[in-house]
């Protein structure tokens, strides 16, 4: 594989990552806060089950992935298509490790010594879990938190004003 090769597809693995919080945040915002809340209603409930039906979305966005790389590896080479199913991939594996790890703490760990980045996601996620509703949340992505979450207190008291 020449330079070149490797360096393009190293940029489309970073772009399809990239776009995956898009696809993630339109999903959680439209479909798991929409059409699917059946599933994802088990997310926003306390429980102290380990397996919950939001894992289904785990499940059905691993899918992409998995025909992406076996397709561009055993029907055909190209690297690019592989380069997006492991982008794909990449996100997926952070999700677990940000979303169920981290934060849910689904395996009992958290940083030490914790970014203002990290701090600031894991105070918008808990604020999106605020509410066990469908309805009126915010704070639908995984990577990217405005910078409103920097402070966990003064989001919630933000967050409050907006709905009175």
Same mark, same amino acid.
């Given at each position: 594989?020449s330079?070149l090769l490797i360096?393009i597809?190293?940029?489309v693995?970073?772009?399809?990552f990239?776009?995956?919080e898009?696809v993630?945040?339109?999903?959680?915002?439209?479909?798991m806060?929409?059409?699917?809340?059946s599933?994802h209603k088990?997310?926003?409930t306390?429980?102290?089950?380990?397996?919950?039906r939001?894992?289904?979305f785990?499940?059905?966005f691993?899918?992409?992935?998995?025909?992406l790389i076996y397709?561009?590896?055993?029907y055909?080479?190209?690297?690019?298509?592989t380069?997006?199913?492991?982008g794909i991939?990449c996100y997926g594996a952070f999700?677990?490790a940000?979303?169920?790890?981290?934060?849910?703490?689904?395996?009992k760990?958290r940083?030490y010594?914790r970014?203002?980045?990290?701090?600031?996601?894991?105070?918008?996620?808990?604020?999106h879990?605020s509410?066990?509703?469908? @309805?009126?949340?915010e704070?639908?992505g995984?990577?990217?938190?405005?910078?409103?979450? @920097?402070?966990k207190k003064l989001?919630l008291?933000q967050?409050?004003?907006?709905t009175?």
């Open positions: 594989m330079a360096i597809c190293s940029i693995t970073i772009a399809a990239l776009f995956m898009g993630a945040w339109f999903s959680h915002k439209y479909i806060h929409g059409i699917l809340w599933w088990s997310h926003h306390v429980h102290n089950h380990a397996f919950e939001n894992d289904l785990a499940v059905v691993s899918v992409p992935s998995i025909l397709y561009s590896t055993v055909t080479y190209n690297p690019f298509i380069s997006i199913g492991i991939f999700y677990v940000f979303h169920d790890i981290v934060v849910h703490q689904r395996i760990w940083p010594k970014s203002s980045y990290l701090n600031r996601m894991i105070n918008a996620h808990y604020i879990h509410k066990h509703t469908k @309805e009126n949340c704070a639908f995984f990577l990217y938190a405005p910078p409103k979450y @920097e402070n989001a008291k967050e409050r004003q907006q009175q």
